[in-house]
C-alpha cells in the first residue's frame, strides 16, 4: 500500500512538472511575440521619425522658419490637453447619431453603428 502511495505521488508531481512546463513554455512563446513586436514598433519609429526630420527640413529650407519656431509649435501642441508632458492624448470622441462617446480604435460606434466622422488628418491617430 505504501508503494502505491508513492507511486501516486510520484503522478501528481510530474503532472504538476507538465503543466509548469506547458505554462513556461506558453510564457515564453508570449514573451518571444513581445519582443517582435517591440522590434516592429521599434523600425517604426525610427522610420517615422527620419520622415519627420525630412520633411522638416523641406519646410525649413522653403520657408523663414527656424528651430524655435518648431520647438514652440511642439510645445503649444504638447499643451493641448492640457498636460505639459510632451504627449498629446487625443479628446474623447461623441458619436454623431447617439452623443455616446466612442473608443478611438472602433471606426462605428457599438451602440448605434453610425459611423465616426474624421475632421482632420490626425483624427485615425490619437
Known sequence: MWHFGMMGAGYHEAARAAEASGAAGRAQAR????ERNLLTVSERLDR???TCMAMWELVREQTNLTEGDLLQRVQEIGLRDGVADGKI???VARCPK????????HKKCLYCG???LNVGAFDNTL
Request: charged share 25%.
Open 31 to 34: 514573451a518571444n511575440n513581445a
Open 48 to 50: 517615422l521619425t527620419l
Open 89 to 91: 492624448t487625443g479628446k
Open 98 to 105: 447617439c452623443d455616446r462617446v466612442m473608443n478611438p480604435r
Open 114 to 116: 453610425a459611423a465616426k
